[in-house]
C-alpha cells in the first residue's frame, strides 16, 4: 500500500462491504448456537452464506473497476474500537479485494465439495459452522484497515484452525495436530502482537495510511526501529504461512479432513503472512532493506526444504503440504524483492489458490474412492477408474510445475526472474527448487494413476459425486487460464501497482517467453518428472517404503523439524518447568513453611507458660521483682 489518498466509500457493495464478514460470520453462528435443529439443513446455510459473500465481492470488484484507478480505495468506517486509539475500518483497494474475491471464491467452492465429502459425517451441521467462522476471519484480515483489526482476524484464522484441524478430536493424531498448530502460531502472534506495539509507541496509530505515512516521511523513526518491526512483522508471518522456521505444524494439520486442507493451503491461513508483508511493504520491507533482505532469505529456504520433504512423503496429503511450503516460500520471495515483486507474489498467490485447491479436493477425491487410504504406495492404476479426477489432478499437477502456458508458468517464473534480476543466487536456487517440484510432483501422479494396481482387497474404487468433482472441474480451468489472464499485457500488475506503490505503465517489465531463467526452469523441470518416470513409472512400486538413504529419511523426518524444535525449545522448556517447581517446592513453599513452623513453635513454647494457675503467676512477678531490684543495685554500685 503507497500513501496516496484514500476516499470514503459513499454507497454501492464496497458502502456495505462489512456484510462480505458478517454474513458468513452469521451463518457460524447459527450453526454453532441452533444444535441439532440445524443439522438437516446447516451445510446448505453455510453454503449460501459464503456465496452470498462471493457475489458481493464481485460486485464490489466491479464497482472498483469503474473508478479510476487513482481512486480505487475506498475506506468503510464502522465504529470506534478503542476512544481516541483505534477507528475500526474497512480498507476495500486492490489488494484487499483480490484476497476477498480468492477467499470467497475458492472458498465457496471448497463448502461445495464439502457437501458430498462430509455427507455421512454426523458432525457436518458443526464443520460447515467451522468453515463460515473460518472465511469470516479471513475476510476480516484482510479487509481490516487498521493493525488491530488485521490482528483480530489473524487471532480468528487461528481459532478456526485449531477447531477444524482437530474436528475429528475423537482421534488423539487429530487432537496432537491441533494443539501443535496452535502453540506454533502463537509463537508467530506473539512476535505480530510486539510488531503493533512497536507501531504504535514509534509511529502513534494503528491505521494503514497514517502508520505508512509516518514511517515513509520526514520524522520517520531510526532505520534500526523499522527494521525490528520488520522482523517482528516477519515471525508473524512465518507461522501462518508456515515458513522457517515455523513451519512444523504444517503437515501435521493433514488430520483434518481434506476440505480443510484444501481452505488453510489454498485460499486462506498460509497466505495470510504474505498478505501481511505485501501490504507492510512500502513501510517496513523496503527494497534493499535487511528485512526484505531477511524475507527473501527465509522464501529461499523454505521453498527448497518444503520441496525437499514433498520428495520422500508417501501420504498424498503430507505431500501436498510439502509442496504448499515450498509455493508459499516462492511467494515470500517475491515479497521481499520490491513492488514488481509483490505482484509477482499475489499473482502466484492467486494461480495457487486454484492449482493447489485442485489438488488438494482431488486427493480428497482419491481418498473417497479408497477407504480413505492416503498411502500412495496403495494406489495405482487409477487413471482409468477416476477419469474426472485424475483429468482435473493432471492439470492441477501441470500448473504447478510450471508447464508452458499453465497458470503456474506465468507467476512462479515471474517470481524467478524477479529474483534473478535482484541476485542470481536466489534465482539460481529458485529454479533448483522448481526442478525439485517436477520430481515429486511427477512422483504423485505416477504412483497415484498409473503402473500396477496395488489396492487393498476389498477397495473398489469409484468416481465421486458430481457435487465433489464440478468444484474440480472449475478449480481446473482456472489452473489453466488465470495465470495467462493476470500476467500477459502486465494486467495484474496495472490493477495492484496503485496500492502496493509498484512501477508506472511505462515502467513494468514484460513477461519473456523465452529466456535463461525460464528455458533453464523448464529443463531441470524435465529431468525431475524423467527421474519421476524411471523411478516410480516405469519401474514397479513396492508397497512398503524401502528404508531409503540418509536423504531419503531425512526428507522423510521432515529435516528433522520436529526434533530441532525439541531439542531448542521443548526440552530446555521442560527443564525450565522442573526448575521452577523445585524453586518453588524448595524455596518459595520451604520459606514460608519454615516461617510457619517457626512461629508455631515459638507460640507453642510460650504457650506453656500460660497454664491457669495464680501461684505460677505470682511466682512469675515474684522472680521479675527480684531481677529488676537486683539490676537496679548492680547499676548503683557503679
Not at 464443520?127 to 482476524?153: E, S
Not at 524435465?526 to 524411471?534: K, L, R
Request: charged share 10%; glycine share 12%.
Amino acid at each position: 500500500m503507497n500513501t496516496a489518498e484514500i476516499y470514503n466509500a459513499s454507497g454501492g457493495a464496497v458502502g456495505v462491504a462489512w456484510l462480505m464478514i458478517a454474513l458468513p460470520l452469521l451463518g457460524a453462528a447459527i450453526l454453532l448456537l441452533g444444535g441439532r435443529r440445524t443439522d438437516r439443513w446447516g451445510h446448505l446455510l453455510g453454503v449460501v452464506m459464503s456465496l452470498a459473500s462471493f457475489v458481493l465481492a464481485v460486485l464490489a470488484f466491479t464497482q472498483l473497476l469503474g473508478l479510476p484507478a487513482e481512486q480505487r480505495r475506498m475506506r468503510v468506517g464502522l465504529y470506534e474500537f478503542i476512544p481516541g486509539m483505534v477507528d475500526m475500518g474497512l480498507l476495500v483497494d486492490q489488494l484487499s479485494i483480490s484476497f476477498a474475491l480468492l477467499i470467497t471464491g475458492v472458498g465457496s467452492l471448497i463448502h461445495i465439495y464439502s457437501i458430498g465429502y462430509m455427507a455421512h459425517d454426523p458432525g457436518r451441521r458443526r464443520f460447515f459452522g467451522y468453515l463460515n467462522l473460518f472465511v469470516a476471519a479471513m475476510l476480516l484480515l484482510v479487509l481490516a484497515d487498521n493493525y488491530i483489526g488485521l490482528f483480530i482476524g489473524w487471532e480468528g484464522v487461528g481459532l478456526a484452525s485449531y477447531l477444524l484441524i482437530g474436528f475429528w478430536q475423537y482421534k488423539p493424531s487429530a487432537a496432537t495436530a491441533a494443539q501443535k498448530a496452535f502453540i506454533v502460531n502463537r509463537v508467530g502472534d506473539f512476535g505480530l502482537l510486539l510488531a503493533i506495539f512497536m507501531i504504535w509507541t514509534h509511529l502513534g496509530s494503528f491505521a494503514f495510511a497514517d502508520v505508512f505515512a509516518k514511517a515513509t516521511g520526514a520524522d520517520a523513526p531510526s532505520q534500526g526501529v523499522l527494521t525490528a518491526i520488520g522482523l517482528l512483522l516477519l515471525l508473524g508471518a512465518c507461522g501462518k504461512s508456515a515458513q522457517l522456521p515455523l513451519q512444523s505444524w504444517l503437515l501435521d494439520a493433514m488430520e483434518g479432513p481434506t476440505p480443510v486442507s484444501a481452505l488453510i493451503h489454498a485460499a486462506t491461513m498460509v497466505t495470510a503472512g504474505v498478505y501481511l508483508v505485501v501490504r507492510s511493504g512500502v513501510a517496513f520491507f523496503p527494497v534493499g532493506s535487511t528485512a526484505a533482505l531477511v524475507v527473501t532469505i527465509v522464501g529461499v529456504a523454505t521453498l527448497l526444504a518444503g520441496a525437499i520433504i514433498g520428495t520422500a512423503k508417501d501420504d498424498i496429503k503430507k505431500g501436498l503440504a510439502g509442496s504448499t511450503m515450498s509455493q508459499i516460500g516462492y511467494m515470500m520471495l517475491g515479497a521481499g524483492l520490491g513492488p514488481v515483486g509483490y505482484t509477482f507474489a499475489i499473482a502466484h498467490l492467486i494461480t495457487h489458490g486454484f492449482f493447489k485447491a485442485n489438488l488438494f479436493l482431488g486427493a480428497g477425491s482419491i481418498m473417497h474412492a479408497m477407504n480413505d487410504e492416503v498411502d500412495m504406495r496403495r494406489y495405482g492404476g487409477l487413471r482409468k477408474v477416476l477419469p474426472i479426477t485424475f483429468a482435473t489432478f493432471f492439470i492441477g499437477y501441470l500448473a504447478i510445475i510450471g508447464f508452458p502456458l499453465l497458470s503456474g508458468y506465468f507467476t512462479k517464473d515471474g517470481i524467478i526472474e524477479t529474483a534473478m534480476e535482484h541476485s542470481p543466487i536466489l534465482g539460481w536456487l529458485a529454479v533448483l527448487g522448481a526442478g525439485i517440484t517436477g520430481f515429486y510432483m511427477s512422483r504423485m501422479v505416477f504412483m497415484t494413476f498409473f503402473g500396477e494396481r496395488r489396492w487393498d482387497d476389498g477397495v473398489k474404487p469409484h468416481e465421486s459425486p458430481q457435487v465433489m468433482t464440478w468444484p474440480l472441474i472449475i478449480l481446473s480451468i482456472g489452473s489453466v487460464f488465470l495465470g495467462g489472464y493476470l500476467v500477459l499485457n502486465n494486467t495484474f500488475m496495472r490493477w495492484l501497482a496503485p496500492a502496493v506503490g509498484g512501477p508506472a505503465p511505462e515502467e513494468m517489465p514484460a513477461f519473456h517467453f523465452v529466456s535463461v531463467p525460464g528455458l533453464s526452469t523448464l529443463a531441470l523441470v524435465a529431468v525431475g518428472a524423467a527421474i519421476a518416470w524411471m523411478k516410480y513409472g516405469r519401474a514397479e512400486v513396492p508397497v512398503v517404503a524401502p528404508r531409503g538413504s540418509f536423504l531419503t529419511n531425512l526428507a522423510r523426518r521432515d529435516l528433522y523439524g520436529d526434533a530441532i524444535n525439541e531439542s531448542l525449545l521443548m526440552r530446555p522448556g521442560q527443564w525450565l518447568t522442573r526448575l521452577a517447581v523445585f524453586f518453588d517446592n524448595r524455596g518459595v513453599d520451604g520459606v514460608v513453611n519454615g516461617l510457619a513452623a517457626a512461629v508455631g513453635g515459638t507460640s507453642g513454647r510460650l504457650r506453656r507458660l500460660q497454664n491457669g494457675f495464680a501461684r505460677s503467676y505470682a511466682l512469675s512477678i515474684l522472680f521479675g521483682a527480684a531481677v529488676v531490684a537486683g539490676a537496679l543495685l548492680l547499676v548503683g554500685n557503679i
